[in-house]
T-cell receptor, first 108, second 114 residues
Framework: GIQVEQSPPDLILQEGANSTLRCNFSDSVNNLQWFHQNPWGQLINLFYIPSGTKQNGRLSATTVATERYSLLYISSSQTTDSGVYFCGVKAAGNKLTFGGGTRVLVKP | DARVTQTPRHKVTEMGQEVTMRCQPILGHNTVFWYRQTMMQGLELLAYFRNRAPLDDSGMPKDRFSAEMPDATLATLKIQPSEPRDSAVYFC????????????FGPGTRLTVL
């Protein structure tokens, strides 16, 4: 099946800093989504981005499908950005396969 | 604000007992997913329904797990008999076939099997 790798596994930021999270995948995909799991465990859908670039406030994402990677940008980070960020991809079929996540801690 | 609801939020049970987890998907959504999250395995798909029909349950241990959608407002995941290795957080998500970006997760059921 498709392999999904996220980097870095852990990220510690000072409030106000910018950061980039990466998601690499091993096969062509027709669906890619970024999720944020907050410290209370809730999974929140951030972006549906099988290709191209999208922005939502301080967050933006870019997927280069031909090169099999996606990037999530966090600008002017805030403590509420802490949590785990997951990339989920779907090749053929119905299964959204998740990467191992990037654990982000934003310090005040 | 439409939400996916799950009950119970927490469940502690003893090995061998039956466990039933329930999910109410968002009205109008035609896909329902069950995911399991553990530290070791991360997020794994257990079952997938489209228009209440099970399309993919390849990730589910068939001997003890079963998933059903008796109607459009209820999805259930049962474990019988439960084992300690089933301890995990079980998430339900719902969405639209036509726009996967609308996929929303419920708050999860944290299951502990002693």
């Amino acid at each position: 099946g498709i392999q999904v790798e996220q980097s870095p596994p852990d990220l510690i930021l000072q409030e106000g800093a910018n950061s980039t999270l990466r998601c690499n995948f091993s096969d062509s995909v027709n669906n890619l989504q970024w999720f944020h799991q907050n410290p209370w465990g809730q999974l929140i859908n951030l972006f549906y981005i099988p290709s191209g670039t999208k922005q939502n406030g301080r967050l933006s994402a870019t997927t280069v499908a031909t090169e099999r990677y996606s990037l999530l940008y966090i600008s002017s980070s805030q403590t509420t950005d802490s949590g785990v960020y997951f990339c989920g991809v779907k090749a053929a079929g119905n299964k959204l396969t998740f990467g191992g996540g990037t654990r982000v801690l934003v310090k005040p | 604000d439409a939400r996916v609801t799950q009950t119970p939020r927490h469940k502690v049970t003893e090995m061998g007992q039956e466990v039933t987890m329930r999910c109410q998907p968002i009205l109008g959504h035609n896909t329902v997913f069950w995911y399991r999250q553990t530290m070791m395995q991360g997020l794994e798909l257990l079952a997938y329904f489209r228009n209440r029909a099970p399309l993919d349950d390849s990730g589910m241990p068939k001997d003890r797990f079963s998933a059903e959608m008796p109607d459009a407002t209820l999805a259930t995941l049962k474990i019988q008999p439960s084992e300690p290795r089933d301890s995990a957080v079980y998430f339900c998500a719902s969405g639209l076939v036509t726009y996967p970006g609308d996929m929303l997760f419920g708050p999860g059921t944290r299951l502990t099997v002693l």
